[in-house]
């Protein structure tokens, strides 16, 4: 267990049961009685650290986002490709391990064969307060490090550079890229695996804390379909979480309740006109089990038993190409 904060490390190793407690992530690195690397930390730590262990020979659970920008992306495949041991990342896209995403949705999903309009919505309002509700008695310990916080500036100094070449880094675009690679990477990636890469960004619209996009997308017949994306922060306490694709003739959702909070259902929604010309409505659930477990059961087939990784890091990068693709838009 690594963090800068040393009472966190000490109370994080004593809870969990963490043999090693430092402050510097070295020393878990290059631990041999470490086989895999969790990183967990702020995005623009991601990459050196997610290097270091794979350099290491270290299997890495990165959390998502990856990284923040394109460029940084590549260093990290670059990394893993060149990695001894086959050290492998996977990428913590906790959502589209839920077994209501992998089974119900999507088998719902492919009844559908010709979609009308598609819409990304995330407003997860204040997590500190599902925090707080939650019974996970939090500690925080606000004494974090001078000079890691300089690190942490000149760092992601780099990314947003990388992300906007050659323009002016102004704070609206700051913070777009850090919402981009915070909530947003979990709609984006749950859209992609869905409904696959848009074709071109039709428009967005950049209201801190509140953003949107029209994303162009094509059938495999050929007739074109938009989504929207509309996602935010607000004080209102409802987590309001889901993709809804409409057909001719059906609609189906999946709807994601705050993870803060345990033992929460993912919802599959279905409208539909049945066989009789009635309206037929049908809520189903693949699975109450914790959407972090199966990600991390998961996680355990692949290092161990040599499956094939879902969210690796060329999957997740395609996240950095889609937002590349908005910020293009920005700019327009």
Do not use: W
């Amino acid at each position: 267990m690594s963090t800068r904060k040393l009472r966190t490390a000490d109370h994080c190793a004593s809870k969990f049961h963490i043999p090693i407690s430092t402050t510097n992530p070295d020393d878990v690195v290059t631990s041999p009685e470490v086989d895999v690397v969790f990183i967990l930390t702020s995005d623009e730590f991601h990459e050196p650290y997610t290097i270091a262990a794979l350099q290491a020979g270290k299997h890495v659970m990165l959390e998502k986002p990856i990284t923040l920008s394109s460029p940084s992306a590549r260093r990290m495949i670059d990394a893993e490709q060149n990695a001894p041991n086959g050290a492998r990342v996977f990428v913590g896209y906790m959502r589209r391990y839920a077994k209501s995403f992998t089974q119900t949705f999507m088998r719902e999903l492919a009844t559908i064969p010709h979609i009308l309009y598609a819409r990304s919505r995330d407003f997860c309002g204040p997590n500190p307060r599902f925090l707080s509700e939650a019974g996970t008695f939090q500690v925080r310990n606000p004494n974090f490090p001078p000079e890691a916080a300089v690190e942490r500036g000149r760092r992601l100094d780099v990314l947003y550079r990388e992300a906007f070449h050659d323009q002016d880094i102004t704070l609206a675009k700051q913070q777009y890229c850090r919402f981009l690679g915070s909530l947003g990477s979990h709609d984006i990636s749950l859209m992609r695996e869905a409904l696959g890469v848009p074709e071109s960004v039709g428009g967005i619209s950049v209201n801190e804390p509140f953003y949107s996009a029209i994303f162009n997308y094509r059938n495999k017949t050929g007739e074109p379909f938009a989504v929207t994306y509309e996602s935010g922060i607000d004080s209102v306490p409802d987590f309001d979480a889901h993709l809804a694709v409409y057909g001719e003739h059906k609609r189906v959702s999946i709807k994601y309740d705050t993870p803060f909070v345990k033992g929460l259902a993912i919802k599959v929604n279905v409208h539909e006109v049945n066989d009789n010309g009635e309206i037929e409505t049908r809520e189903l659930i693949g699975s109450y089990e914790d959407a972090y477990t199966t990600e991390l059961q998961e996680m355990h087939e692949c290092f161990v038993n040599g499956k094939e990784i879902k969210t690796t890091l060329e999957d997740a990068k395609e996240d950095l190409r889609i937002y590349d693709m908005m910020y293009a838009r920005m700019n327009a």
